[in-house]
């Protein structure tokens, strides 16, 4: 079975610019998780949705960061305006109840 | 708020040697699970093992073994027989359940790894 796919692999862009992350959660988890990983914060939880539905945002850094599920197979998060700070890995992970299973993650540099 | 505390940025062991990578955590639950995940420089987060922390038992999987006290809460992993596709950050994590004005779900809390090195 395939595993959690996350796109694209490496995006680079300049300030300013909108950034688009995307999601395939492995069929059948019904929880989807990003997260961001940097040097300075480690791994910290930006939302998170159960059923499609967001269950807790309190993670998300600013207006500029804002998520979507539009459906069961699919998510978003999306940067708008990119700042160089939002460089970072963003993983994203998804679950049938235990354990999370994490994509292959998304390194983003804001030049 | 849980807190995962992992005290150890970076550690060596020898091949074929063991090595125990430490990791606290502050909680009030009483029901929760812990996890230790590894990640190579690949940057893929692969789960190396969980515990439930009704379950008295220590987890292990292979070569790793967890140290579970939960009254100190404390949960060590051990890792016996050192290779060298061990070398990776280690990450320990807990599994508390939240709920929002949509309703409830698991969140992880993860310490700041631990960076182990395998030297031959």
């Known amino acids: 079975d395939a595993g959690v796919i996350q796109s694209p692999r490496h995006e680079v862009t300049e300030m300013g610019q909108e950034v688009t992350l995307r999601c395939k959660p492995i069929s059948g988890h019904n929880s989807l998780f990003w997260y961001r990983q940097t040097m300075m914060r480690g791994l910290e939880l930006l939302i998170y949705?159960?059923?499609?539905?967001?269950?807790?945002d309190s993670g998300m850094p600013e207006d500029r960061f804002s998520a979507k599920m539009p459906n069961a197979s699919f998510s978003t998060l999306k940067i708008q305006p990119s700042e160089p700070r939002d460089s970072a890995v963003y993983f994203c992970?998804?679950?049938?109840?235990?354990?999370?299973?994490f994509g292959d993650g998304t390194r983003l540099s804001i030049l | 708020a849980q807190t995962v505390t992992q005290s150890q940025p970076e550690m060596s062991v020898q091949e074929a040697e063991t090595v125990t990578l430490s990791c606290t955590y502050d909680?009030?639950?009483?029901?929760?699970?812990l996890f230790w995940y590894k990640q190579p420089p690949s940057r893929q987060m692969i789960l190396v093992i969980r515990q439930e922390a009704y379950k008295q038992q220590n987890a292990t999987e292979n070569r790793f073994s967890v140290n579970f006290q939960k009254a100190a809460k404390s949960f060590s992993l051990k890792i016996s027989d050192s290779q060298l596709g061990d070398a990776a950050m280690y990450f320990c994590?807990?599994?508390?359940?939240?709920?929002?004005?949509?309703?409830?779900?698991?969140?992880?809390?993860f310490g700041t790894g631990t960076q182990l090195k395998v030297e031959l």
């Open positions: 992970a998804s679950s049938l109840g235990e354990p999370q299973h």
């Open positions: 909680t009030s639950e009483s029901d929760y699970y």
């Open positions: 949705f159960n059923n499609n539905v967001p269950i807790d």
């Open positions: 994590a807990y599994r508390s359940y939240v709920t929002g004005i949509t309703g409830g779900g698991n969140k992880l809390t």
